[in-house]
């Protein structure tokens, strides 16, 4: 299996754009390799079209399952296992930030609420500090409700919601 240029560039964007996320550049090029390819593909040739060490692919290919973008098949006769990547980009985006979410803000919401519980009572209370935080905790509170709430909408509605762009503004009176 011989990567094109366009592929090849494709992998290599998706490993840049995901290490300024704080996403391992070589778990993101294996994401990308699966993602483009037909048929599922096991460890030994993801090693070999991306040069990287087989402990690196392994890691990375468990971290990926974590995440739920990827998953495991077999074929008959062959005891290895071989890795495809979830393909609907709507499935994935929202695989995606429900990850972010659990990894990232609900961690972040629940040091603001200890830091703003630990504050209360005490003269800090009030302060500018304390102020930074409600707003940022607020923020953050206000997506995530937002973020349920279409969680519980079909995906077709979500894709609704979403591209509704300007139109919304207009029934919302911005």
């Known amino acids: 299996m011989a990567l094109t240029p366009a592929q090849r560039q494709f992998i290599l964007h998706w490993g840049e754009m995901s290490s300024r996320w704080g996403i391992n550049r070589s778990m993101a090029q294996i994401h990308a390799l699966l993602y483009l ?3 599922p593909v096991n460890a030994e040739q993801i090693g070999e079209q991306l040069s990287l060490a087989r402990s690196n692919v ?5 971290e990926l399952q974590a995440w739920g973008v990827v998953r495991v098949t077999h074929r008959l006769g062959d005891r290895r296992d071989y890795f495809r990547s979830v393909t609907d980009v709507w499935q994935l985006f929202l695989t995606i930030l429900d990850q972010r979410k659990k990894r990232e803000i609900d ?3 629940e040091m603001l609420r200890g830091c703003l519980a630990e504050q209360q009572g005490t003269d800090e209370g009030g302060s500018h500090t304390a102020e930074r935080m409600r ?7 206000t997506l995530v409700a937002g973020y349920e709430q279409m969680q519980r909408l079909s995906p077709s509605t979500q894709r609704k919601v979403l591209s ?4 919304l503004e207009k029934i919302v009176g911005g």
């Open 135 to 141: 707003d940022l905790l607020e923020m953050l509170e």
């Open 164 to 167: 509704m762009g300007s139109k």
């Open 37 to 39: 390819s037909e048929e």
């Open 107 to 109: 961690p972040t919401l």
């Open 58 to 62: 392994s890691t990375s290919l468990r």
